[in-house]
């Protein structure tokens, strides 16, 4: 069974410091995608960045970077020079490349102080 | 910019009600999804569809049903909405590999509908 673990229920942040979110998958599949989702307040899912399991450079998007370690099956988002707008719950995310099936953490509530 | 839809984007209604959630997509992805999310909770799937006249049951088991007559369009109905049917629902749709313009094929979402039931 495909599981996603984010042990994080909630981090906060100073703001324009660095943060890194947790994520860890357990797949016995060698094809698969990692995803993190940002979901403010207001609901909606916004797709942050995609890091492929046969990637073998970390993906970066902006101020996000995935911190991605194959044999730990670990997949963390690196936020740099946080903004009050980060602050919201990520969700991590693993797609099955047979079947095309996503799985989702439980999210991490991220707050970014003043 | 994602070109999927969702109304009513908030509803309250009655016990007994029968209701029906749209969403439509015109990105025109085989795979459609949807989501129940209670507030500051993981997404939990109940149904998805990987084409036309195709329905499955997600992970959560759900009272809701589902219908794929077209492409685009994948409402999800509910008989007699009950105060425990009270929640998010988020609709998303991922090309196949192949079909989308960029090997990510991430899931494109909906803004999502606040469903309340007294």
């Known amino acids: 069974a495909q599981k996603i673990t984010q042990t994080q229920p909630g981090m906060f942040v100073q703001e324009k410091e660095a943060v890194t979110l947790d994520c860890t998958y357990d797949?016995?599949?060698?094809?698969?995608?990692l995803f993190w989702y940002k979901q403010p307040s207001s609901g909606e899912m916004i797709f942050l960045i995609y890091?492929?399991?046969?990637?073998?450079q970390n993906a970066t998007e902006g101020r996000y970077s995935l911190n991605f370690q194959k044999a730990r099956k670990s997949a963390n988002l690196v936020i740099s020079a946080s903004q009050l707008g980060d602050s919201a719950m990520y969700f991590c995310?693993?797609?099955?490349?047979?079947?095309?099936?996503?799985?989702f953490g439980t999210g991490t509530s991220l707050t970014v102080i003043p | 910019e994602a070109d999927i839809y969702q109304t009513p984007r908030y509803l309250v209604i009655g016990t007994g009600k029968k209701i029906t959630l749209e969403c439509s997509q015109t990105?025109?992805?085989?795979?459609m999804y949807w989501y129940q999310q209670d507030p500051g909770m993981e997404l939990h799937l109940i149904h998805y569809?990987?084409?036309?006249?195709?329905?499955e049951k997600g992970d959560l088991s759900s009272e809701s049903t589902v219908s794929r007559i077209r492409t685009e369009h994948f409402p999800l109905t509910l008989e007699s909405a009950r105060p425990s049917h009270t929640s998010q629902y988020l609709c998303?749709?991922?090309?196949?590999?192949?079909?989308?313009?960029?090997?990510?094929?991430?899931?494109?979402f909906g803004p999502g509908t606040r469903l309340t039931v007294l």
């Open positions: 998303a749709s991922s090309a196949v590999p192949g079909q989308g313009t960029r090997s990510y094929n991430e899931q494109f």
């Open positions: 569809s990987y084409g036309v006249n195709s329905t």
């Open positions: 890091q492929g399991s046969y990637d073998e």
């Open positions: 797949t016995s599949d060698q094809s698969y995608g």
């Open positions: 995310a693993m797609r099955r490349n047979t079947g095309n099936q996503f799985y």
């Open positions: 990105m025109g992805h085989d795979k």
